[in-house]
């Protein structure tokens, strides 16, 4: 359940010639996004200004790291590995997206790219709560080096913006740890009637693991099964002398798991999580 990241200009704009040192910096950091999309950590968000950017590569230097990155891109963006989204935001007004330090570009395309994240910013915010984001911007300076370095994002530049999508590294962009900066971009809608679904304790026993839960403990004496949740500082009580399950208790896990409460009935009674579906989609 991932989070989409987009291309920052620098990364993106590869429609003139580069120097040895920034193709290759360049080449780094796609490849290390690339390796968070293969963990299913992050997926790469797909707009037509990053379309038609593809299309104006430029091969004047070809070699194997211009070769390297065309990959990459094209399998995002041609190959349907990336997140395509539609930005129809009608006349609602908006403001250019801050641009990132050291992102000026050759043919001035960080201006285009600043109008779309502008316009992808108010679609973006109809649809999350409490100022979070589940969209952030790839830095070009903390994906090019080793994951190890915790390397620190940069900066925007000088802006006035109130709100504006977070530039992210390898280290807080997987919405699966505390450390991201992002909240996931799926959401498992369930159908309404499952408010008033009961859930059983065998039902629940046997299923939480498909909300995350990584252990269920059966109680040394008594009814009080303790299941475990990675990253939860507490485990959650599930008790077999309460059957059907209390609802305060099933509600404890929103926090817990992230999903609400129709959600969490819906998976414990039916064994499987609702179809996923992308937040932007609703």
């Known amino acids: 359940m991932p989070a989409l990241i987009g291309l920052s200009p620098r990364l993106a704009d590869q429609a003139f010639?580069?120097?040895?040192?920034?193709?290759?910096?360049?080449?780094?950091?796609?490849?290390?996004?690339?390796?968070?999309?293969?963990?299913?950590?992050?997926?790469?968000?797909?707009?037509?200004?990053?379309l038609d950017l593809l299309a104006d590569f430029n091969w004047e230097r070809n070699g194997s790291l211009k070769s390297q990155i065309y990959t990459h891109l094209s399998l995002w963006f041609l190959g349907g590995k990336a997140v395509s989204v539609t930005i129809e935001?009608?006349?609602?007004?908006?403001?250019?997206?801050?641009?990132?330090?050291?992102?000026r570009t050759a043919l001035g395309i960080?201006?285009?790219?600043?109008?779309?994240?502008?316009?992808?910013?108010?679609?973006?915010?109809d649809k999350v709560e409490n100022g979070e984001y589940f969209i952030?911007?790839?830095?070009?300076?903390?994906?090019?080096?080793?994951?190890?370095?915790?390397?620190?994002?940069?900066?925007?530049e000088h802006h006035d913006c109130q709100r504006f999508f977070p530039l992210v590294g390898q280290d807080n962009c997987d919405c699966r740890k505390s450390t991201s900066v992002l909240k996931n971009a799926y959401h498992h809608p369930a159908p309404s009637e499952y408010t008033q679904s009961e859930v059983s304790f065998e039902a629940a026993k046997k299923n939480i693991h498909l909300l995350g839960a990584s252990e269920v403990r059966?109680?040394?004496?008594?009814?009080?099964?303790?299941?475990?949740?990675?990253?939860?500082?507490?485990?959650?009580?599930?008790?077999?002398?309460?059957?059907?399950?209390?609802?305060?208790?099933l509600k404890q896990l929103e926090a817990i798991t992230g999903h609400n409460y129709k959600t969490i009935v819906y998976t414990l009674r039916e064994g499987r999580l609702p179809p996923e579906r992308l937040k932007l989609e609703d």
């Open 17 to 50: 010639p580069r120097d040895d040192h920034e193709l290759r910096d360049t080449a780094v950091a796609l490849g290390n996004l690339s390796s968070l999309v293969e963990n299913n950590a992050a997926r790469i968000l797909s707009t037509k200004f990053f």
């Open 89 to 103: 935001i009608g006349d609602r007004h908006y403001k250019p997206h801050p641009i990132p330090e050291n992102s």
């Open 110 to 125: 960080e201006e285009c790219w600043a109008d779309e994240l502008g316009r992808l910013l108010v679609l973006h915010d």
């Open 136 to 156: 952030g911007i790839a830095c070009a300076k903390a994906f090019a080096e080793p994951p190890d370095k915790n390397v620190p994002v940069g900066n925007f």
């Open 218 to 249: 059966p109680p040394a004496n008594g009814s009080h099964y303790k299941v475990k949740f990675p990253g939860a500082q507490r485990s959650w009580t599930l008790d077999s002398n309460h059957n059907p399950c209390k609802e305060r208790h």
